[in-house]
């Protein structure tokens, strides 16, 4: 039902699989992904597909999508996955591709979000999850995690804060999804039965 994406340490996938999502497969681009390891302790089906390997984005990503096919699934999750993704890609999975991003998006896309935030002295901080466009971090929103930034955080304290809410909100991102929940207005999302698109943390 779902494919999942990732790059290295694996924590969002732990955190779908634990809240009991059908994850059929899970794909890396790189060997030494620790979330491999969780996925293969659950029988899940896992497969590599090194970046470094392809001469270009494009037959990375065309690599990428016969393997994802060859799943048929319903829903493909980037779980921290950190290569940036072609249009055509992209178009292929209109409307089924999902990813967490750690900030409040608009704000802070790309890379390197907790010490940006930091830098730039925001006092709420936090984790998106959306639709994948090709424009980087800038898909329809549909859910969102807010957190508090403490005077003396470092980087590493606020992207724990973060990750803690990332766990609770891309399991109910992904559910929604598969219930059918999930509508796309003008590039704004809703949710039938109107639960809850923000989480305000206390911590
Ligand atoms: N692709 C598209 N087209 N659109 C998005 O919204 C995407 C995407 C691919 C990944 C995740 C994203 C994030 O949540 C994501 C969203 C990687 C980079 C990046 O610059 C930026 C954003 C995201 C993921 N990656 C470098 C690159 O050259 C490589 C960095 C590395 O390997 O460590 O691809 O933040
Ligand atoms: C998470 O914080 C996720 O939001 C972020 O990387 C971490 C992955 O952790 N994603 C990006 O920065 C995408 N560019 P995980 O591997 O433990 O899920």
């Excluded at 466009?133 to 003396?152: C, F, K, N, W």
Aim: hydrophobic share 50%; proline share 6%; glycine share 8%.
């Amino acid at each position: 039902m779902i494919v999942a994406l990732i790059s290295g340490r694996g924590s969002n996938l732990q955190a779908l699989l634990e809240a009991g999502l059908p994850v059929s497969g899970v794909i890396s681009n790189r060997a030494d992904a620790k979330g491999l390891a969780a996925a293969a302790a659950r029988g899940i089906p896992t497969r590599i597909i090194e970046h470094a390997r392809f001469p270009t984005r494009e037959a990375f990503d065309a690599a990428l999508a016969e393997q994802i096919d060859a799943f048929h699934p319903r829903l493909v999750v980037l779980a921290g996955f950190m290569r940036v993704l072609t249009q055509s890609f992209v178009t292929r999975y209109e409307g089924r591709l999902l990813n967490i991003h750690p900030s409040l998006l608009p704000a802070f896309p790309g890379l390197d979000t907790h010490a940006r935030a930091l830098a730039e002295g925001v006092k709420l901080h936090g984790c998106t999850v959306h639709f994948v466009t090709a424009e980087l971090d800038h898909g329809p929103i549909v859910i969102q995690a807010a957190v508090p930034v403490r005077p003396h955080d470092t980087a590493d304290a606020l992207a724990a804060r973060v990750l803690r809410q990332e766990h609770v909100i891309y399991p109910r991102a992904a559910r929604w999804f598969l219930d059918g929940k999930l509508v796309i207005e003008s590039g704004v999302v809703r949710v039938k039965g109107n639960d809850a698109q923000l989480v305000l943390a206390p911590d």
